[in-house]
């Protein structure tokens, strides 16, 4: 800049100096892994951003509602979210001047979680656990551990059917599975659930290690049939910390009735009885009935066939029920082609003991 002046007799005098006009920064950042889970640490790197004409002296990083960081020449930073959903990750830089700039960028958080129990809830021993799962996360497997709340107890997998061990069942975003909370003597004692996200190798691993366990060949001791510590592959999304009750099983979930289209017919039943003891007070029935049936050609949703029992609760029943205990990948699929279909149903009770056999639709947002 150049000044000129002159006063009343005409004589004159000049100056020149430079003014430099201060550019502000320019705020950037990437993040790390780009698809993160929740609990899962996530790396914020600011090193894209830059000062045009001097050097950035603060950081500063806001992650929604759930924390804010600030420091000189913190360029990266780690953090995770303790929920599913999308948050807003925010960047503030500032440059030696005083000059500052501001970008924001979404993060989008998956995992899995439990929807029908919550922190100190009491649950009975064994409990069908129900929840929710992003989609994004469709490609890996859900495992629920239980874990004792005494320092160094060990983790504890669980299986929707004890008989054949499996992780949780899976589908539309909601997922089911039976957990077992310790023995008889245990009402009163504390409990960790624990909802983990598996990827494929460890989704192998962990059914190879339980029906090691299992087996009837296995031959170890069943008190190390659990886990020190969760294995690589594995990521916890949910906790929560529940008292067991005293009670052996939970409430049965409700049934909507929903009605959808079609009709369902049964052919006969084929039965297949091993008889009671009639000289023992607990003498078990083991009945398998063979259902056979049709349906009319309007009926496009699945069947279910559910026992209810004594107890109150619904039993699904499976065209495989020897292996994997009719639940939600079991159910009969209806086929255009065809209208037969066929179940089977193993009862096991006192003698006596009275059940029903309820035959209905399913669409697919139900699960059990």
Not at 184 to 203: C, H, M, P, Q, W
Not at 215 to 234: E, H, I, M, R
Request: aromatic share 10%; proline share 5%; glycine share 8%.
């Amino acid at each position: 800049m150049n000044l000129n002046v002159i006063d009343d007799s005409g004589l004159n005098g000049s100056y020149s100096t430079i003014i430099r006009v201060n550019q502000p920064p320019v705020a950037g950042f990437t993040f790390e892994p780009e698809h993160p889970m929740v609990n899962e640490q996530i790396r914020f790197d600011a090193g894209t951003s830059y000062d045009p004409d001097g050097r950035l002296l603060n950081y500063s990083w806001e992650f929604g509602n759930e924390g804010m960081q600030f420091g000189p020449g913190k360029v990266y930073t780690f953090f995770s979210f303790t929920e599913r959903g999308t948050f807003n990750a925010k960047l503030t830089v500032i440059d030696d001047n005083g000059a500052q700039s501001t970008t924001n960028v979404p993060v989008i958080v998956s995992g899995a979680k439990i929807t029908n129990a919550g922190i100190g809830d009491p649950i009975s021993q064994s409990f069908d656990l129900i929840g929710e799962y992003s989609l994004s996360d469709s490609s890996k497997s859900i495992w629920v551990f239980v874990k004792p709340e005494e320092k160094n107890s060990r983790y504890y997998p669980q299986s929707l059917d004890s008989c054949y061990p499996h992780n949780a069942s899976m589908q539309n975003g909601r997922w089911e599975n039976r957990i077992s909370l310790g023995g008889s003597s245990d009402s009163g004692r504390f409990f960790d659930i624990i909802v983990t996200l598996a990827d494929e190798k460890a989704n192998r691993k962990l059914h190879s290690l339980m029906y090691e366990w299992w087996c009837p060949d296995y031959k170890g001791n069943c008190s190390d049939a659990g886990f020190q510590d969760l294995s690589d592959g594995v990521h916890e999304t949910d906790l929560i910390r529940i008292i067991r009750s005293n009670e052996s099983w939970n409430s049965s979930q409700n049934i909507s009735n929903i009605r959808l289209p079609g009709k369902v017919n049964i052919v006969d039943l084929k039965r297949d009885t091993t008889p009671a003891d009639p000289n023992s007070n607990n003498a078990s029935v083991n009945e398998r009935i063979t259902v056979n049936g049709n349906r009319s050609n309007d009926a496009r949703d699945q069947i279910w066939v559910l026992e209810h029992c004594l107890d109150g609760r619904w039993y699904p029943k499976s065209i495989d029920n020897e292996n994997n205990g009719g639940h939600v990948t079991n159910m009969i699929s209806l086929g255009p082609s065809s209208s037969d279909w066929h179940i089977d149903a193993t009862f096991k009770g006192k003698a006596g003991d009275s059940y029903d056999l309820v035959f209905s639709f399913q669409n697919k947002i139900a699960i059990f």
